[in-house]
């Protein structure tokens, strides 16, 4: 049975499974778990998008506690809060690797034999 506790630890992930749901956002944690803290400016650069749109993908990475900022002078730096998630990112690189070899297995099933 689900307690209080369980729903409430189900919720939390589920928020930051959900804040890592955009695939420029996960361009964005990749790019700093590779290549450290990053501008907003250079991040809008690799993305090609506008400043703005990239601030709001770095302001939900950071409400869910993904990212950490850090400012310079006037301009603002974000981190990994926590080396856990480049491992995380690979752990999930497993389970598509997986998922292939799976599919490849079943579509060669499907051959007629020699």
Same mark, same amino acid.
């Given at each position: 049975?689900?307690?209080?506790?369980?729903?409430?630890?189900?919720?939390?992930?589920?928020?930051?499974?959900?804040?890592?749901?955009?695939?420029?956002?996960?361009?964005?944690?990749?790019?700093?778990?590779?290549?450290?803290?990053?501008?907003?400016?250079?991040?809008?650069?690799? %993305?090609?998008?506008?400043? !703005?749109?990239?601030?709001?993908?770095?302001?939900?990475?950071?409400?869910? $506690?993904? /990212? &950490?900022? *850090?400012?310079?002078?006037?301009? %603002?730096?974000?981190?990994? !809060?926590?080396?856990?998630?480049?491992?995380?990112?690979?752990?999930?690189? $497993?389970? /598509? &690797?997986? *998922?292939?070899?799976?599919?490849?297995?079943?579509?060669?099933?499907?051959?007629?034999?020699?």
């Amino acid at each position: 049975m689900m307690t209080e506790q369980d729903q409430l630890r189900a919720e939390t992930r589920a928020a930051v499974l959900k804040a890592l749901a955009h695939p420029t956002r996960i361009f964005i944690v990749e790019v700093i778990d590779r290549e450290g803290p990053q501008s907003v400016q250079k991040l809008a650069a690799m %993305v090609d998008a506008d400043t !703005s749109t990239v601030s709001r993908h770095l302001s939900v990475l950071k409400n869910a $506690g993904i /990212l &950490r900022d *850090r400012k310079d002078g006037t301009t %603002v730096f974000y981190s990994l !809060s926590c080396g856990c998630i480049g491992g995380f990112m690979d752990g999930l690189e $497993g389970l /598509l &690797r997986a *998922r292939r070899m799976r599919d490849q297995e079943a579509w060669a099933a499907t051959l007629p034999g020699e």
